[in-house]
């Protein structure tokens, strides 16, 4: 769906660039919504922190997994 008409910028745009970890400001400083008329501003807003909302959800649930090819190497400490 497309949010702001002047620029042509959709919702999945927005929620790519919220769901980075992008704030309303960056967002419209990078895709340049709501910078003409400014009547798509507060669903732009809206899409932002819902992404927003559920990416920080999501972060804070998953357990932090180790990188792909990551190995965890044994240190051994020497008794001083
Ligand atoms: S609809 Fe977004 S600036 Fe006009």
Redesign the pocket.
Same mark, same amino acid.
């Given at each position: 769906m497309i @949010?702001? @008409?002047?620029?042509r910028?959709s919702d999945r745009d927005i929620a790519r660039h919220a769901s980075a970890g992008m704030d309303f400001d960056d967002i419209q400083f990078e895709l340049? @919504? /709501?910078?003409?008329?400014?009547?798509?501003?507060g669903c /732009?807003r809206d899409v932002v922190a819902m992404h927003r909302e559920a990416a920080t959800h999501h972060a804070h649930s998953q357990p932090a997994l180790p990188l792909p090819g990551y190995r965890a190497i044994p240190i051994m400490l020497a008794a001083a």
């Amino acid at each position: 769906m497309i @949010v702001c @008409v002047c620029k042509r910028i959709s919702d999945r745009d927005i929620a790519r660039h919220a769901s980075a970890g992008m704030d309303f400001d960056d967002i419209q400083f990078e895709l340049g @919504v /709501a910078t003409q008329c400014g009547r798509c501003e507060g669903c /732009a807003r809206d899409v932002v922190a819902m992404h927003r909302e559920a990416a920080t959800h999501h972060a804070h649930s998953q357990p932090a997994l180790p990188l792909p090819g990551y190995r965890a190497i044994p240190i051994m400490l020497a008794a001083a």
